[in-house]
């Protein structure tokens, strides 16, 4: 049954059943016949649905003249930012009003997310296409250069791997991101030590040629994703390898890990440096999406990414994860 029925019914059944009840009464206290009474009250049924009939319609009016426009949204093309409800022939009532302005706050949202995506995949692009442009110039030019000596040659393969992964790293934290939102992460104890010694088997080679010390100290379990954390900490780690001066820690704890290093230190608070594609010299993280994917991992694990104070001097980032 709509609700206009179920309005229309309501109203039709309080109209009638109180002169039900006093034409009942009346004709058991006459002794007149019945016949006329049961006209009266076939009467008043009819009255009383047709009050309830048109009462429900205009009641019902407002709603349904939002609903109309909600129609016309659904079916009007263009892009998220013309999307507008239309204004209504008559002032609703307040609840209507109220109604209207949530619907017209959620279009707001909208178009609010569809700039950032836009935003989003505009930053991506940019950031793809400028080393993949660098590494295919670098091919170019030894593809066309016989007389290179090795130094030379070394230098610029060394210029195309350095490309090449950034690029693996941009995308590696793109496939992050979209299993966050495509899967909900899952629940697994996690040895926090042996993740941690696992990075540091593998980025070791890294720590040598930059001329780094690489360490991990302490020991502690949580839950979490394990592929999801890797990614989060190897972000954190690349950053301080990135940074650094001569050494680089994690500092494994109970529910948490902490990255290290004695470089510089954050050159503006977490908070700017965690936005997605934030561009700006010393800033740490490829394009911003490390520290922004790390972020986003240790809130979907139901823990968070602080900046904390480091023994080394420099920045010290904690990733906290719920404990067991």
């Known amino acids: 049954m709509s609700l206009r029925a179920r309005l229309a019914l309501v109203i039709a ?13 009346l004709g058991l206290m006459g002794e007149g016949p019945w016949l006329p009474l049961l006209l009266w009250l076939l009467l008043l049924a009819l009255v009383s649905a047709m009050v309830g009939y048109f009462l429900s319609r205009s009641l019902l009016k407002p709603l349904e003249e939002l609903t109309r ?29 109220k109604l209207r302005r949530r619907f017209e706050e959620l279009l707001e949202r909208l178009r609010e997310l569809m700039e950032a995506r836009e935003a989003f995949y505009a930053a991506l692009a940019h950031d793809l296409k400028t080393p993949l442009l660098s590494a295919i110039r670098a091919l170019e ?55 941690a010694e696992d990075l540091l088997l593998r980025y070791s080679e890294e720590a040598r040629r930059r001329g780094l010390g690489l360490e991990v100290a302490g020991a502690g379990l949580a839950r979490g994703d394990r592929l999801l954390l890797e990614r989060a900490l ?25 990255v290290e290093d004695d470089g510089p230190g954050l050159p503006l608070p977490l908070s700017a440096l965690a936005q997605p594609f934030r561009q700006g010299e010393g800033l740490r993280g490829s394009s911003g999406l490390g520290l922004y994917t790390a972020k986003r991992v240790a809130e979907a694990l139901g823990g968070r990414l602080t900046a904390c104070a480091s023994s080394l001097g420099g920045a010290c980032l904690r990733l906290e994860l719920p404990r067991l």
């Open 234 to 258: 190897a972000n954190l780690l690349e950053n301080a390898l990135r940074h650094a001066r001569t050494r680089v820690r994690l500092l494994v704890e109970e529910g948490a890990i902490s």
């Open 69 to 97: 426009a909600l129609a016309y949204l659904s079916l009007k093309g263009g892009s998220v930012a013309s999307l507008k409800l239309p204004s209504p022939q008559e002032p609703p009532p307040e609840e209507v009003a």
């Open 13 to 25: 059944l309080l109209a009638f059943l109180p002169n039900l009840v006093l034409a009942l009464t």
């Open 141 to 195: 030019y030894l593809e066309g250069r016989d007389d290179l000596g090795r130094e030379r040659r070394v230098a610029l393969l060394h210029q195309v791997r350095q490309e090449l992964a950034q690029t693996h790293l941009l995308v590696e934290n793109l496939l992050a991101l979209s299993r966050l939102e495509a899967h909900a992460p899952r629940r697994e104890t996690l040895n926090l030590r042996a993740l």
